[in-house]
Nanobody, 120 residues
Framework: QVQLVESGGGLVQPGGSVRLSCAAS????????MGWYRQAPGKQRELVAS???????NYADSAKGRFTISRDNAKNTVYLQMSSLKPEDTAVYYC??????????????WGQGTQVTVSS
């Protein structure tokens, strides 16, 4: 069984920074792409940033220049460093990972979500 556990959300002032973490655990053979999505109230879930197993990154236009995605393959963990935060960044942030496990093969997993609120 595979789990993604996120941490690091909370209340942040505009212009502030926060780092999200997402650790994968379980019967993992390998992890391919990992990413962060977000969903604001009344809106669809959208991609924020993704990173391949080799370290290639992709960002939404809204995240470019402000957010940095990284991963530690030894720890099966992906991070999202968010800076210069704006109220419109307020959302539930979800971790996603394409994981090949010993029992299920390749499957797309999601974390439970962590709330980030940007407000003064």
């Amino acid at each position: 069984q595979v789990q993604l556990v996120e941490s690091g959300g909370g209340l942040v002032q505009p212009g502030g920074s926060v780092r999200l973490s997402c650790a994968a655990s379980g019967t993992i053979f390998s992890i391919n792409a990992m990413g962060w999505y977000r969903q604001a109230p009344g809106k669809q879930r959208e991609l924020v940033a993704s990173i391949t197993s080799g370290g290639s990154t992709n960002y939404a236009d809204s995240a470019k220049g402000r957010f940095t995605i990284s991963r530690d393959n030894a720890k099966n963990t992906v991070y999202l460093q968010m800076s210069s935060l704006k109220p419109e960044d307020t959302a539930v942030y979800y971790c996603n990972a394409a994981i090949f496990s010993y029992d299920l093969g390749e499957y797309d997993y999601w974390g439970q979500g962590t709330q980030v609120t940007v407000s003064s």
